[in-house]
């Protein structure tokens, strides 16, 4: 009986030793992009769409999966893997497609902190350039353990979006109804919004971060099972926010009157009729996920580009000794801080460009994957058994198709 | 521009430009393109040894005598006879096992990857050879490798004149290979990292994939393995020592003082740990088990069984002479321990006090006026809290009857105020 309490605190001891990646990058994933684009699909379509999110689930176990193992086993961030294995072009090709990327993505987050403030109150022209500063200052004098338990804590912050989601009292049974029955419409829109969703979910950056992030914990091959664990209960959890975001909305702004949504914090607006705790908590639920995103996104691009093209990286490492990874990570956060203060500049438009560049480097990034997985010389025993990697290609075959889709659209949609 | 542009051969070559450089036979046509080339280690530690050519449907090796000249413009031969490519397990080839790989950095103490390699052109009886000069990094040669194959080799010259070179010179760097076989036939020794400061080449082990960390600690001399072993975070520490053969793992931890080897121990599986003490040699093994007894926690889990006393009644020139003889021991320690006949702690005299004494002084006149100790059974942080308080440098462990049973020093309570 003792032996089985010891055993079992062993195996508790370990799954928190490997807690935090996984999760961090689920939860990353809805940041303020994801939940515009989950608050439009609830307020203009109500609880039709929730049935995505199951498949949305599996596809993003199936490459997180995949990312974590590929860090554990090999001890190796995919870029110095993509470098090693398919040389520098191709990697200096996929880290300049990243790096424009990701910076419209650090420019969707500061946009999310400062409409999420402007709903408090405070101008952007002040939110916005502090913001910039506390996440400069964060990462750069901070160490990367104590912001993983600063990151960690700001995961239960998401909570917020399944107390406002309960109070906006949605028809609960019909969201379960939709939540287990594919709908489809020939409506251009609603399919729009369907592949939105898929490619907000599944991202490039996330692939990089994730496995840095393995490899930065220092999971090893034996202690991945409980890693995997943890990948999957993220995943899950981000699934489950964005229900409760879908749901919010659906309830709220759909079942009154549906209508397209401006922003996320439009969105939250909408919300106020419900109640002010609702919409207070859809409100700090979105500025937690923007700060949470522009805290991440920038430090990891800037660790991958470096990674991968061999440069000098780390916070522990002075201006003078890697120039060009505090470089990058600083022109990302005032570029992309800096941006939301133009006027002008559509959020709207930027979001659909954003979507169109992770959506050209997602097929890459995930075919690149697929290989290097099953390369043996790697991953040893590792490497997919054939029945994972038929899931895998097919993933990989719906989520290219899909975003090919999505670049079309999006490109006509910015051209109009 | 001009400069740039004329024909005089140069002195050195990139890779990338090697790369795909034409090939030419006696009769000036052409054979094939460069695809690769080799050092053979063990037969000449730079020389390119062997060009690998492809053109048409195979590859060929063409070996260094078999070359007249080398410049931009291609190689030119002066044999006939071209053996067809095979693979050679003395081989070092550079694209493939070299470009865009990780290597250690003996000079600046770091671990690289290799974006480009530069020759230089050199003449060795009347033909050019291709000396291995250095390995370039930097956002110079990534431009190079970026632009390789699409401009002209003079282009890119020209375009990268401005951009300061990175580079290591090839007798700094160190190539990991974690087949130990492999090893041998590149005649890959680990000498150059047995000079790095064991702290530094910690950090370098702690930035490697886990068979590169096994593959540097498990080839290097079992000392400089232990001292930097030491120095490794214990979370990367207990998996590297579960990695490695035990019999290796043994090796090193007996290097080790006996108390980090402990808490090294506790912290690995609990089958490996056995393992890696039943390989080890007797008396290590017993001051090691003895510790392991003691709670990780704990005053005993901390303290270091190897320390210099003496008896009460020895005069200053026996102290001196038992200092000289525990040479080994007292690095790193600054006190001299007295004991009472039943082998208790009697007091602590500094070792500075013993230079200043006459030789027939008793050394009890020396010892210090307050006799401060703890408990091997007290929690860590009171262990600190002593140490805070007294301003102490070494702090004498004792168990229930008074018995020294061993020291904690200053950088033990570092190493615990850093973990918390």
């Known amino acids: ?416 | 521009m001009t400069a740039a542009l004329s024909v005089a051969p140069p002195d050195y070559i990139f890779l990338t430009e090697l790369i795909g450089m034409k090939v030419f036979d006696l009769k000036g046509q052409r054979i094939g393109r460069v695809r690769d080339a080799a050092l053979v280690p063990t037969v000449h530690p730079m020389r390119v040894d062997r060009f690998l050519v492809g053109g048409g449907w195979a590859w060929m090796t063409v070996r260094h005598d078999q070359v007249r000249s080398i410049g931009l413009n291609g190689i030119y031969l002066r044999a006939e006879q071209l053996t067809p490519y095979h693979d050679d397990e003395y081989m070092l080839r550079i694209v493939q096992d070299l470009l865009d790989q990780q290597i250690i950095d003996a000079q600046g103490r770091k671990v690289v990857r290799v974006t480009d390699v530069s020759f230089t052109v050199a003449r060795e009886d009347d033909h050019d050879v291709l000396l291995l000069h250095d390995v370039d990094i930097g956002i110079r040669s990534v431009l190079r490798r970026v632009l390789q194959g699409l401009l002209p080799p003079r282009c890119v010259r020209w375009l990268q004149a401005p951009i300061s070179p990175k580079s290591i010179p090839w007798d700094y760097c160190n190539i990991i290979e974690p087949d130990p076989q492999r090893r041998l036939r590149l005649n890959i020794t680990p000498h150059r990292l047995e000079n790095i400061h064991p702290a530094d080449l910690a950090d370098i082990v702690e930035e490697l994939a886990p068979d590169d960390r096994e593959a540097i600690l498990g080839s290097i001399d079992s000392e400089v393995a232990a001292e930097t072993l030491s120095e490794v975070e214990p979370r990367i520490q207990a998996k590297i020592v579960e990695a490695l053969d035990p019999e290796k793992a043994a090796e090193i931890l007996e290097e080790m003082a006996p108390d980090q080897a402990a808490d090294l121990l506790a912290e690995v599986k609990e089958e490996t740990s056995e393992e890696i003490l039943e390989e080890m040699s007797l008396e290590p093994k017993t001051e090691v088990e003895e510790l392991l007894e003691f709670g990780e926690h704990t005053a005993g889990g901390l303290m270091n069984p190897e320390y210099v006393a003496i008896s009460m009644e020895a005069r200053v020139a026996d102290a001196v002479d038992a200092v000289r003889e525990g040479e080994q021991l007292i690095e790193g320690q600054n006190t001299l321990f007295l004991l009472d006949s039943e082998q208790r702690l009697a007091g602590v005299v500094p070792l500075a006090r013993l230079l200043l004494a006459a030789p027939e002084t008793p050394v009890s006149d020396l010892r210090s006026a307050d006799l401060i100790h703890v408990d091997a059974k007290e929690k860590k942080a009171r262990v600190v809290e002593l140490f805070d308080k007294y301003n102490l440098l070494a702090l004498p462990v004792v168990d229930a009857s008074g018995k020294l049973l061993g020291i904690v020093t200053a950088d033990d309570v570092i190493s615990v105020l850093r973990q918390s």
């Open chain 1, 1 to 416: 009986m003792l032996n089985l309490l010891k055993r079992l605190r062993y195996h508790v001891l370990v799954f928190f030793a490997v807690v935090g990646p996984g999760f961090i990058t689920a939860n990353v994933d809805n940041d303020s992009g994801g939940i515009y684009t989950y608050s439009q699909a609830g307020a203009r379509w109500g609880y039709l769409p929730l049935w995505t999110l199951l498949p949305i689930a599996v596809l993003l176990v199936v490459t997180q999966e995949m990312c974590s193992r590929m860090g554990a086993v090999t001890g190796k961030g995919l870029s110095d893997l993509i470098r090693e294995e398919f040389g520098l072009r191709t990697t200096f090709v996929v880290m300049a497609a990243l790096v424009v990327a990701n910076f419209t993505n650090v420019f969707a987050e500061f946009a999310g902190i400062a409409s999420a403030l402007e709903l408090f109150g405070i101008s952007r022209y002040l939110s916005v350039p502090v913001g910039a500063a506390a996440v400069w200052l964060l990462v750069v004098k901070g160490n990367y353990r104590s912001v993983e338990k600063v990151f960690l804590l700001a995961c239960l912050v998401y909570v917020t979006y399944i107390f406002s989601g309960v109070l906006v009292e949605p028809d609960w049974k019909a969201a379960a109804i939709a939540s287990v029955t594919p709908s489809l419409m020939l409506d251009p829109a609603y399919i729009t919004l369907l592949i939105g969703m898929v490619g907000t979910s599944i991202a490039p950056w996330m692939q990089f971060y994730l496995q840095a992030a393995i490899v930065e914990k220092g999971i090893s091959a034996e202690e991945y099972s409980k890693s995997r664990i943890e990948v999957v209960v993220g995943c899950i959890v981000m699934v489950v926010i964005a229900f409760f975001i879908i749901v919010s909305c659906a309830g709220a702004i759909h079942s009154v009157a549906p209508r397209d949504v401006k922003d996320a914090a439009d969105a939250a607006e909408g919300l106020k009729p419900f109640g002010r705790w609702a919409y207070l908590f859809f409100t700090v639920g979105l500025l937690n996920a923007s700060v949470f995103g522009a805290c991440i996104l920038p430090l990891s691009t800037a660790y991958t580009v470096c990674e991968g093209l061999g440069f000098d990286s780390g916070v522990n490492l002075r201006f003078r000794e890697a120039p060009f990874f505090y470089w990058l990570y600083t022109l990302l956060i005032v570029g992309g801080a800096g941006a939301v203060l133009l006027p002008g500049l559509s959020l709207v438009k930027m979001i659909l460009f954003s979507q169109v560049v992770n959506g050209v480097l997602l097929p890459f990034v995930l075919i690149y994957m697929i290989r290097l997985i099953n390369r043996r010389r790697i991953m040893k025993e590792w490497v997919n058994p054939t029945s994972y990697n038929i899931i895998a290609w097919v993933s990989v075959v719906v989520l290219v198709v899909l975003t090919c889709a999505l670049v079309v659209i999006s490109l006509r949609d910015m051209l109009r």
